[in-house]
């Protein structure tokens, strides 16, 4: 039976050692709509993709996609489930030393049997579908940032997988491929009837995209929504973060000792 | 203050342990997955290039002055005794018992090892390698056991290599420069140069020698912290600590080789 929800994420806690990142946290994708996990830069947002790809296993709760627990499957076993998955890397992650035709054709080469034909018809198709079919003989290095994302895109897709995870695809891109990469997000979940789940904290890019929107802070699912409901809320929280002010919940200072201490003012203020 | 000292002790102990213990079980995954090297030896072909091919330069120019360096110092101490036409048994034992195999791996700790290392932990830090393992491909397989056996492979070779150019460069100098007479540098060296005692031996060393340095090279990229100076860092421990241990096995193994040899 295929279920509606194609990620769910119980009660989720994860640490590095001591320090914990997520705590407790729950969150489901369903079938073919984009999902953005937005937060303030090192809140969990890309530790919690690197659980539902099983990179590294939850303290407590259960991830599970497309009804199998990420966590307690064997080597085999998530490496079968990664093979429906794709990820796109915040700056790509291309290999270097192979050409762009090449890392298209990586996954294809490495996971199925077909002759070298198809696999050029298929990579040719996969950079067709993000705009650089012209590109496919150039080398990683060869290419702007917004063109690797692209590249690293057609890559995620070149096995058709049920789900896509994306790092930050919007960080340190031009206004053109900025939106350039929002309507290939949108694009290719509907056409290719992805799941597409989007870790970013460019607010404005994704909203004109999603179907819903997560946000997490200091461990924590903190509000979510639609897009206009994110747009309208008026939790302090989104608040601060979809018009981007200096102050608020997330304070602009890092906790510190008191100001006049720190500079030996004998009990003045500051 | 001694509690602080006693704290850091045991703290560096057991971290040098874990390491220790990562790098057995790194060690132990690259064999157990060593199966993709061999059934797509293309990929480790590709890996010789690099590794073998492009080291091939550094290595025979530094036999030839290797071994033109023995050619003048042998000949100021053999003609000491008379016996300079005994050169070719200096030069050629040297080389292939100790100097070839010692110093090829020198510098390909150098040359290759370095190369390996930052190659791993770009990978790593540029995050190809978890992109590999997100896209089903088990980066130990695909990517560090070819270099590893591309390694294991040309390190012998090298050394055989180094040991011929340092050969004819002791032949150059003893017998072009100097005059030695050629019948007595080859035949001399012919008769007593043992295959088994002598050259298998040296291949033996420098076998030894690439397993070491390229399992040395490869858990430093491996395990770098995925920033420029935990780069340069790992790269820089990979020469320093893979040069310590060619050194070090080389005594053990030439204290097990050479001791009943006259």
Redesign the interface.
């Known amino acids: 039976m295929q279920h509606d929800n194609l990620v769910e994420i119980e009660d989720v806690a994860f640490g590095y050692g001591a320090r914990p990142v997520l705590k407790g946290i729950n969150l489901t994708a369903r079938r073919g709509q984009v999902i953005a996990i937005m937060g303030s830069s090192g809140c969990g947002k890309t530790t919690l993709l690197r659980l539902i790809g099983g990179q590294i296993k939850p303290g407590q709760g259960k991830v599970r996609v497309a009804g199998e627990s990420v966590g307690e499957l064997d080597t085999a076993g998530l490496y079968r489930l990664r093979r429906k998955m794709g990820m796109l890397f915040q700056f790509g992650a291309l290999f270097t030393d192979i050409s762009v035709f090449d890392n298209v054709a990586f996954q294809l080469r490495e996971h199925t049997e077909l002759p070298e034909d198809a696999i050029r018809d298929l990579v040719l198709m996969k950079l067709h579908a993000v705009g650089l079919r012209g590109a496919a003989h150039l080398m990683p290095s060869e290419l702007s940032g917004g063109m690797a994302r692209r590249v690293a895109l057609a890559r995620a897709i070149a096995l058709d997988p049920m789900l896509v995870m994306y790092d930050e695809p919007f960080a340190g891109l031009d206004p053109i491929s900025l939106g350039v990469t929002g309507n290939l997000i949108r694009r290719l979940t509907d056409t290719l009837g992805l799941t597409s789940l989007v870790v970013t904290h460019d607010v404005q890019e994704s909203l004109k995209i999603v179907d819903y929107v997560y946000f997490v802070s200091e461990g924590v699912i903190v509000a979510e929504g639609t897009a206009t409901e994110i747009r309208n809320s008026d939790l302090p929280y989104v608040h601060q973060f979809v018009h981007g002010e200096a102050d608020g919940p997330v304070p602009f200072h890092y906790p510190a000792p008191p100001y006049a201490d720190d500079l030996r003012l004998g009990g003045q203020g500051a | 203050m001694l509690r602080q000292s006693i704290e850091n002790l045991g703290s560096r102990t057991i971290q040098g342990v874990w390491r220790i213990g990562f790098a057995t079980r790194f060690f132990l995954a690259v064999l157990l997955h060593s199966g993709t090297a061999f059934r797509r030896f293309g990929l480790t072909i590709r890996e010789l290039y690099f590794t073998g091919v492009l080291s091939l330069i550094i290595i025979l120019v530094s036999g030839l002055f290797v071994g033109m360096v023995l050619g003048l110092q042998g000949y100021e101490t053999l003609q000491t005794y008379g016996a300079e036409e005994s050169l070719g048994i200096l030069v050629a034992l040297s080389l292939v018992r100790e100097l070839g195999p010692v110093v090829a791996a020198l510098l390909f700790a150098s040359r290759a090892g370095s190369a390996i290392t930052a190659e791993i932990g770009l990978m790593k830090a ?3 390698l ?2 590999m ?6 980066p130990i397989a ?1 990517v560090v056991a070819p270099r590893f056996w591309a390694g294991v492979i040309s390190m012998p070779l090298l050394a055989a290599l180094f040991s011929a150019m340092g050969i004819f460069g002791g032949y150059l100098v003893g017998v072009q420069l100097i005059g030695v007479d050629e019948g007595a540098f080859w035949s001399q060296m012919k008769s007593a140069v043992d295959f088994e005692e002598d050259i298998l031996n040296g291949v033996i060393k420098s076998v030894v020698f690439g397993v070491a340095i390229t399992a040395i090279a490869l858990f430093e990229g491996y395990d770098a912290p995925p920033t420029a100076e935990g780069v340069s860092g790992a790269t820089t421990r990979t020469v320093v600590t893979s040069s310590l241990v060619v050194l070090a096995l080389d005594f053990v193994l030439t204290a097990f080789m050479f001791r009943g040899i006259s």
């Not at chain 2, 393992?133 to 088990?138: K, L, P, T, Y």
């Open positions: 540029t995050e190809q978890s992109a393992e997100m896209m089903a491909v088990d695909r």
